[in-house]
Each structure stands twice: as C-alpha cells, then as structure tokens.
C-alpha cells in the first residue's frame, strides 16, 4: 500500500491495507492513511462538542479545539500534502485565540465572522482531501464507504460554517423571529436541511440564505442517492484502470 506522506495521488489496493491492518498494534492503526472509521468517530464528536460545548465561552473555545483535532487527522489520514497539513495546524491556534479576544469585543461579530469562514475554508480544504483520497482506492471497501460518509457530514458542517458566517454579518439576524442564534442553531439547522428532514422551527430571515439552505437540502440528496449509493452497490470490486492492470494479456494484446 501506499504509506508515504502527502502523496494522495498514487493508486492503493485497500485488500492490502485491510491485511496489513490485521497484524498492525492499535497505534499503528489509528496512525496510517485511510483511517475514515476514526475519522467519522471524530467529526461525531466534534459535532456533539460543538452542540454541548455552546453555553460559556470557554466552553466554545474548547469546541473549537475539538474541531482543530478532527481536522489535522482528517489531513494526515488522507495523505494532504505537508503544507496542508502545516496550514491547519497554524490556523487551530489562531482560531482558539480570536475565539477568546471576540468575547467583550467590541468587534465580536466581525471576528466570529472570521473564524466562522476560516473553519469553513478549512472544512473544505479536508473535505477535498479525502475526495483526492478516496480517488485513489483501487478496490472500494468499507474504508472507502466511511470516506464518502465523513464527506457527507462535512457537508452538514461546511454549510453550518456559511451559515454563521452570515449570522455573524448580520449582527446575529439569521433566523427569522429570533434576534440572535447560537452554534447548536446553525448546526441542526443545516443537518436537518442536508438529511430533508426540515421540521420548520427554525426558517432563514434573508432571501440569500433561503436559497443555499435549499442547495444544500438538493445536496445532500443527490450525494445519498449517486456517490454513496454506488460506493455500496460496489463493496469489495476493483475500479476499471484496476482490472486492466490485472488482467492477463490476451492474444489480442500481442
């Protein structure tokens, strides 16, 4: 298998890994690539501390920290280059601190605004990572399906991200009829938009934000029903270019 790091590009037979991983020790495990189980595990909890974690403001701080670790994991399962990986794990900090300074300040709104968009970016930067990451299993497995599953809940995460963003830009006037929102807002929201769910208590205010929440609801079904869907109609087959790599030649092929 491929275990070199920052290189996503080369193809990997995820049978090998799934060998290899067998006769691994639990660190190794949770150290090498393609560790999306873990990874999903993580994204869960970062979830829930974002949820929790949402009354005080160091308890805010804390949820971010949650979310910095989800995301140098995320990179170094995926094999993102080095400078990704580096990028986040200046950012994580950077984000901490501008969480702490934002309470009492007078420009609060404009700096969660900032770290709102810098969580977002960054919850990009992973999600395409493990979209590069995916790109190379030669066989899919059930890594490769906990891969696509993380990227969905990624979706949930990143649009939570926009919404904040123009929460905090509108000094707090996201949602139609309440004067402020909270973190745990932004995130059911966007959840139960990605998943259709919709139960109607809450509803944007601004025409803008209707629109992405209705994307992101299409989204999320169009992800289900295609990536994800023929990720697990294929469990266990081999990508083509993987086929012909194996495939004996023929007297045809000379």
């Known amino acids: 298998m491929n ?3 920052g290189d996503a590009s080369k193809v990997v037979d995820m049978l090998d890994d799934t060998e290899h991983r067998g006769r691994a020790s639990w660190r190794d495990r949770l150290s090498g690539p393609d ?6 595990i993580l994204i869960v909890v970062a979830i829930v501390a974002t949820v929790v974690l949402d009354e005080h403001e160091w308890e805010r701080i804390v949820a971010v920290g949650f979310v910095g670790l989800m995301f140098v994991f995320a990179l170094r399962t995926s094999q993102a280059p080095a400078t990704w990986r580096w990028a986040a794990l200046a950012a994580v900090p950077v984000m901490v601190i501008a969480s702490a300074v ?18 977002t970016l960054l919850l990009l930067g992973v999600q395409v990572a493990i ?7 030669l066989t899919i497995s059930w890594d490769t399906i906990m891969g696509a599953l993380c990227v969905y809940l990624l979706f949930g995460m990143i649009f939570a991200g926009v919404y904040a963003v123009a929460g905090h830009l509108e000094d707090g006037r996201l949602f139609a009829g309440h004067a402020e929102f909270t973190s745990t807002d932004t ?23 209707r629109i992405v929440a209705a994307m992101e609801g299409l989204l999320g079904q169009i992800y289900l ?10 469990l266990g087959q081999r990508r083509r270019e993987g086929r ?3 495939r004996k030649p023929s007297r045809r092929d000379g």
Do not use: C, P
């Open 131 to 137: 979209v590069r990451r995916l790109s190379t299993h």
């Open 225 to 234: 029903i295609t990536a994800v869907a023929l990720l697990v109609g294929n």
């Open 244 to 246: 012909d790599r194996t």
């Open 3 to 5: 275990g070199s790091g």
């Open 102 to 119: 934002a309470e009492g300040s007078r420009e609060g709104s404009t700096i969660r605004a900032s770290v709102a968009a810098v969580v």
């Open 187 to 209: 995130l059911y929201f966007s959840l139960t938009t990605l998943t259709t769910v919709g139960f109607g208590d809450l509803s944007m205010r601004a025409d803008a934000t």
């Open 35 to 40: 560790r999306y189980a873990a990874l999903l």
